[in-house]
């Protein structure tokens, strides 16, 4: 009779086990998952940082004329496996430009349409020649382009995700480049 006994509350035990275990881990890793994957407010946080460091360059106070310089600012190609919207970042890019009050951005509304549907990086083009014949009529003096790319480091528990935005600016009579920066954003 003990015996019985025994054996049912090992059993009893064990059932029990088995399932809070289970519905724990299961929680744990969803949550996981969910709070590494990239978000609106991951793109404001790397835009802001970035473009604190852009406007804090030496590249603007070389701008020798009168007035604010005029910029362009391309495509931000995605080189990572996931789905992050590179317009987004680009519009928050523009954003704390703009808000920034150093520099000014193409004024006619048809220009800002054109950039805004045809967004472009340089490597869209065959040769600098072609580039350049690109953003003449655009009137701007400096175009900015760049990449975000994803390091995951699988070694580590939790995984980790780095998360790289490189921002390119070029003069637009030249290409010349006059500033590269880079952010980083881990996850």
Known sequence: MIKKAIILLILFTSIQLFYNCSGVSTKEINTIV??????ENDSEVIVDSIVNKMLLSQWQQNFTTKRKPKL????????TIEKIDTDLLSKNIERNLINSGDITFITSKDDREVIRNDRRNKN???????FIKYLKPLKSDFFISGD????IDSV???TSKEYKLTLEILNSK???SVSIMSE????
């Not at 969910?34 to 978000?39: A, I, P, R, S």
């Not at 980083?184 to 996850?187: D, E, F, G, Y």
């Open 34 to 39: 969910e709070n590494k994957v990239w978000n």
């Open 72 to 79: 362009v600012v391309g495509s931000i190609e995605n080189l």
């Open 124 to 130: 869209d083009f065959d040769g600098e020649k072609e």
């Open 148 to 151: 975000i790319k994803l390091n």
């Open 156 to 158: 580590s528990v939790p």
């Open 174 to 176: 030249n290409l010349e």
């Open 184 to 187: 980083i954003l881990m996850k």
